[in-house]
């Protein structure tokens, strides 16, 4: 039996992970960097950086096909969904819990060049970067 504390551990030993700091140099220097926030809906609601995408952590795998990259792309969804796995990712949510077990989730599914948020939206609030609403 594992705590939830310890799948996390174990997720986060086998991701990369980002800060605060790294993630906003990231979003400002990299266009084509993808923002996903796996907060639930009203998390995501009331506040959350501008350009993510929110997919809640219980349906993540379910409705990544579902990401605006792969939608709007002129190739098959397959095709698309391939070339959305060759994207920067970043994963945030509110403490890094659900951001690392996500993160570990989409390696586990082909996605590469992604990394997780440590400490999360709390940690973007704290250090008073922008959001929307």
């Known amino acids: 039996m594992k705590t939830a504390q310890q799948l996390v551990a174990e997720a986060k030993s086998n991701i990369k992970e980002v800060n605060i700091e790294q993630l906003a140099i990231a979003l400002k220097t990299n ?10 809906p009203a998390e995501f609601a009331k506040h959350h950086i501008a350009g993510a995408v ?13 990401h605006p990259k ?9 095709v698309a969904l391939q070339e959305l796995a060759k994207s920067t990712i970043y994963v945030i949510c509110r403490s890094g819990g659900r951001s690392a077990l996500a993160t570990a989730s989409l390696q586990q599914m082909g996605f590469s ?21």
């Open 31 to 40: 266009s084509e960097a993808i923002l996903i926030d796996v907060r639930e």
């Open 54 to 66: 929110n997919y809640p952590r219980g349906v993540l795998e379910m409705n990544i096909h579902n």
């Open 70 to 78: 792969v939608a709007s792309s002129s190739c098959e969804p397959e």
């Open 113 to 133: 060049d992604i990394y997780s948020v440590s400490p999360g939206m709390q940690g973007w609030l704290d250090a008073n970067l922008p959001t929307v609403s």
